[in-house]
């Protein structure tokens, strides 16, 4: 199975980049990467996703690496309401498999 | 609020007990989603359909569970015999299908499963 590992937690000063990383070594050429967000007792928040270019939105930037072995979520000027648990899964056959998560703090 | 939405959004039930679950897509979404979350863990798929088909269920889902997606538009998961350790958050997403770039799964709130 595609597995991703992720820090368990991390701590980010308001105002600063909150830079996100993840290891999925054993994904595939076709398969994207998928980051998502969950606050407390609420279903997951899509992010952003990518296969092998770096991708931009209006939430984050998502950078893989050139093996895509390994990517990293960055929330350029985090906030307190960016406090959650943030997932980077692999998309299998149409199904997102998720790692454990990493539960970011933004410190004011 | 034009979201995915699942009802109901917490059960309490005891063991023994059937449950069931229903999920409403984002209108037009053809791919529907059950993942199943437990604490301090990422979610974890269950099942999906292609409008009512359903194309692949996961070794998670035991012969006590069910889904129906009957006319492609809401689906319902049943839980029968509830165990104690059936309890976590089970998660519904849909989709539009096809290939590509923006083609993200966008999850409901979750209906919060405990069992007795």
């Known amino acids: 199975d595609a597995k991703t590992t992720q820090p368990t937690s991390m701590d980010c000063a308001e105002g600063r980049a909150a830079n996100l990383p993840c290891n999925h070594s054993t994904i595939s050429g076709n398969e994207y990467v998928y980051w998502y967000r969950q606050i407390h007792s609420q279903g997951p928040q899509y992010i952003i996703h990518?296969?092998?270019n770096n991708e931009t939105n209006e939430m984050a930037s998502l950078i893989i690496t050139e093996d895509r072995k390994s990517s990293t979520l960055i929330l350029p000027h985090a906030t307190l309401r960016d406090t959650a648990v943030y997932y980077c899964g692999v998309n299998r056959d149409d199904k997102i498999i998720f790692g454990k998560g990493t539960r970011l703090h933004i410190l004011p | 609020d034009t979201g995915v939405s699942q009802n109901p959004r917490h059960k309490i039930t005891k063991r023994g007990q059937n449950v069931t679950f229903r999920c409403d897509p984002i209108s037009e979404h053809n791919r529907l989603y059950w993942y199943r979350q437990t604490l301090g863990q990422g979610p974890e798929f269950l099942t999906y359909f292609q409008n009512e088909a359903q194309l692949e269920k996961s070794r998670l889902l035991s012969d006590r569970f069910s889904a129906e997606r009957p006319k492609g538009s809401f689906s319902t998961l049943e839980i029968q015999r509830t165990e104690q350790g059936d309890s976590a958050m089970y998660l519904c997403?849909?989709?539009?299908?096809?290939?590509?770039?923006?083609?993200?799964?966008?999850f409901g709130p979750g209906t919060r499963l405990t069992v007795l």
């Open positions: 997403a849909s989709r539009t299908s096809g290939e590509g770039k923006y083609n993200e799964q966008f």
């Open positions: 990518g296969l092998k």
